[in-house]
Nanobody, 125 residues
Framework: QVQVTESGGGSVESGGSLRLSCVAS????????MAWFRQVPGKEREGVAG???????TYADSVKGRFTISQDVTKNTLYLQMNSLKPEDTAMYYC???????????????????WGQGIQVTVSS
């Protein structure tokens, strides 16, 4: 069982920055994936950025060049640095982790069984 906990959300003006953090506790196998997703009411959850511990990284086209995903393996912590935020980035952001995943599908919701509760990010214009 893996517990996933997000932190760092909040409100910011357009053009601003936020950094989200995600701690995964519990047992992850030697190979694992972690990712950030987001969802707005009435829409499906979408993948934002994902990585595995072999160095593969994937970004959604909508955030390329603005968001950076990284991890600190010593702290079991995943980060999402979000720069040049836009009002359309407003959403509930979720962190996910799994060991039975494939690097070709890092931002595919179906790859993940372990999810955090979500954290709100609001960008005002």
């Amino acid at each position: 069982q893996v517990q996933v906990t997000e932190s760092g959300g909040g409100s910011v003006e357009s053009g601003g920055s936020l950094r989200l953090s995600c701690v995964a506790s519990g047992y992850l196998h030697n190979y694992y994936c972690m990712a950030w997703f987001r969802q707005v009411p009435g829409k499906e959850r979408e993948g934002v950025a994902g990585l595995d511990n072999e160095g593969h990284i994937t970004y959604a086209d909508s955030v390329k060049g603005r968001f950076t995903i990284s991890q600190d393996v010593t702290k079991n912590t995943l980060y999402l640095q979000m720069n040049s935020l836009k009002p359309e980035d407003t959403a509930m952001y979720y962190c996910a982790a799994d060991s039975l995943c494939r690097y070709a599908n890092l931002i595919s919701e179906s790859e993940y069984k372990n999810w955090g509760q979500g954290i709100q990010v609001t960008v005002s214009s």
